[in-house]
């Protein structure tokens, strides 16, 4: 390991010890770094790592909000605003009891290298609450979204902070948040957050955009080896709306989603997620109780496996763990490398556990592929929110369709550009996922080599 980089850890270890999510990402990121820091020693003499690895703020924040029993409530918020070398600071809000400093800034240091590798002029950031949306009236959350931006409103704006959506925080809980933006400056800027919708100035097609393009994603990788869509059954955990957009896509482009899993346990469907009226269904079900995927199984007559992951079934062509952090332990690693299936494509943040993702790189028969390069197209998408509204007009769902999938063919090419640069290679495979984490620093460090020590 590089020496530089070994210090920086080991600096980061000792400072952040109560924050394992951190650590992991960190350890994850840095230690893949090591050709590009090897081939600019310069980077050392400026600390360029060491900047990298702190947040440039940390904002942490008292919410108070009233529940519909007049009781009054308290809950943490958080802000981290990682990095603003490239532009804005831009990632998403996160309202889950789990929310904690370490996950915030997890997501925050993975953010930065996303935004970057998409191209656009976007810095990182993420941002959350403890505060648990499950089981809370219209009202309740209406008024939670309302006091969270009477602080954060005074850190935000279209030119300095543009937080989005996340785990908890859809649509409606953005067009709260936006609502009371705008009282409180008196001003339509509708670029100070984004996944509006578009009755609020929010951009066509963002809440599918993650899906569709981790789904334009898969296609550039399946062609690199010789494979089409066409056909393909991909089993996926999570059905929300990353979920949804992948299913939605894969059927378009003439693959299925045959496996979906949710906190209850795994359906599956042999005949795919294959209709208007199965995709709607999966959303009608979330709306109703989004912690049950059972009544699927119920409602389409197919199998439902309670308790258990769908990681290790062999009757796919592809995985794409899309819920949430640490989904794939070793435990489900072993599965899937046994199972013989060659994707492996990550599309939630960190799905993966770093001894579990260390392993399925080594198997020579699988591709892998970060969630960091594959699940950029909601961000992008955020970004192009606010170009429009610094345009004041919309474009349509085909144009941004259209911008999409250019981003993400960029992403992947750029990465497997990256991958030969650096001869970044298992067997006859390209590690994308060093790749992607150099192609996204390469942009944040030049951006802050040329802006001078600060
Ligand atoms: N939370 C999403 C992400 O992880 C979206 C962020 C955004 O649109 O700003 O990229």
């Given amino acids: 390991m590089n020496k530089y980089i070994e210090k920086v850890?080991?600096?980061t270890r000792a400072k952040n010890a109560n924050e394992p999510e951190f650590l992991q990402t960190v350890e994850e990121v840095l230690s893949s770094l090591e050709p590009v820091i090897d081939a600019h020693p310069e980077?050392?003499?400026?600390?360029?790592?060491?900047?990298?690895?702190?947040?440039?703020?940390?904002?942490?924040?008292?919410?108070?909000?009233?529940?519909?029993?007049?009781?009054?409530?308290?809950?943490?918020?958080y802000r981290v605003?990682?990095?603003?070398?490239?532009?804005?600071?831009?990632?998403?809000?996160?309202?889950?009891?789990?929310?904690?400093?370490?996950i915030i800034k997890f997501l925050g240091f993975e953010q930065t290298f996303k935004d970057a590798m998409t191209g656009l002029p976007i810095g990182g950031a993420k941002?959350?609450?403890?505060?648990?949306?499950?089981?809370?009236?219209?009202?309740?959350?209406?008024?939670?979204?309302?006091?969270?931006?009477?602080?954060?409103?005074?850190h935000i704006g279209q030119d300095i902070d543009c937080p989005a959506g996340d785990?908890?925080?859809?649509?409606?809980?953005?067009?709260?948040?936006?609502?009371?933006?705008?009282?409180?400056?008196?001003?339509?800027?509708?670029?100070?957050?984004?996944?509006?919708?578009?009755?609020?100035?929010?951009?066509?097609?963002?809440?599918?955009?993650?899906?569709?393009?981790?789904?334009?994603?898969?296609?550039?990788?399946l062609k690199l080896h010789g494979d089409d869509i066409k056909g393909k059954k991909i089993a996926i955990s999570g059905y929300g709306n990353v979920g949804w957009g992948i299913m939605r896509k894969a059927l378009e482009l003439g693959a299925k989603v045959t496996y979906f899993a949710g906190p209850d346990g795994y359906i599956h469907d042999p005949d795919g997620v294959d209709s208007e009226e199965k995709l709607n269904y999966i959303l009608e079900m979330r709306a109703k109780d989004p912690m049950h995927c059972a009544p699927y199984a119920e409602k389409f007559g197919c199998e439902f496996v309670a308790g258990q992951k769908c990681w290790g079934v062999k009757d796919v062509d592809i995985y794409m763990p899309?819920?949430?952090?640490?989904?794939?332990?070793?435990?489900?690693?072993?599965?899937?490398?046994?199972?013989?299936?060659?994707?492996?494509?990550?599309?939630?943040?960190?799905?993966?556990?770093?001894?579990?993702?260390?392993?399925?790189?080594?198997?020579?028969?699988?591709?892998?592929?970060?969630?960091?390069?594959?699940?950029?197209?909601?961000?992008?998408?955020?970004?192009l929110e606010m170009a429009q509204n610094a345009e004041r007009l919309y474009w349509t769902a085909e144009e941004?369709?259209?911008?999409?999938?250019?981003?993400?063919?960029?992403?992947?090419?750029?990465?497997?550009?990256?991958?030969?640069?650096?001869?970044?290679?298992?067997?006859?495979?390209?590690?994308?996922?060093?790749?992607?984490?150099?192609?996204?620093?390469?942009?944040?460090?030049?951006?802050?080599?040329?802006?001078?020590?600060?």
Avoid at 48 to 68: Q, S
Avoid at 403 to 413: D, S
Wanted: overall charge negative; hydrophobic content about 40%; proline content about 3%.
């Fill in 43 to 77: 980077y050392e003499q400026v600390s360029l790592l060491e900047r990298m690895v702190e947040p440039e703020r940390t904002i942490e924040f008292r919410v108070v909000w009233e529940d519909d029993n007049h009781n009054w409530q308290v809950n943490r918020g």
């Fill in 127 to 154: 941002g959350g609450s403890d505060f648990d949306p499950r089981g809370k009236s219209e009202m309740e959350v209406m008024r939670f979204c309302q006091a969270f931006i009477n602080e954060l409103y005074r």
């Fill in 81 to 102: 605003q990682y990095n603003g070398a490239l532009g804005p600071y831009k990632g998403g809000i996160r309202f889950d009891p789990s929310v904690n400093l370490s």
């Fill in 9 to 11: 850890l080991n600096e």
């Fill in 167 to 221: 785990l908890g925080c859809g649509g409606r809980e953005i067009n709260y948040m936006y609502g009371q933006y705008r009282r409180l400056v008196g001003a339509s800027e509708f670029g100070a957050l984004s996944g509006k919708s578009v009755t609020t100035g929010g951009s066509l097609m963002r809440p599918e955009a993650t899906g569709y393009g981790a789904v334009y994603y898969l296609v550039e990788a």
């Fill in 322 to 383: 899309a819920a949430t952090q640490n989904d794939v332990n070793m435990e489900w690693a072993e599965k899937i490398a046994a199972s013989g299936v060659k994707y492996y494509i990550e599309v939630a943040n960190m799905p993966t556990t770093n001894d579990a993702l260390e392993f399925l790189k080594k198997q020579e028969h699988l591709v892998v592929a970060p969630s960091k390069a594959v699940n950029a197209g909601g961000v992008s998408v955020s970004e």
């Fill in 400 to 454: 941004v369709d259209e911008k999409l999938k250019g981003i993400m063919k960029n992403i992947f090419n750029n990465s497997v550009e990256v991958a030969k640069r650096y001869n970044l290679k298992r067997g006859d495979k390209y590690d994308l996922v060093a790749a992607a984490n150099i192609l996204g620093f390469q942009k944040v460090a030049d951006a802050m080599m040329a802006q001078g020590i600060f």
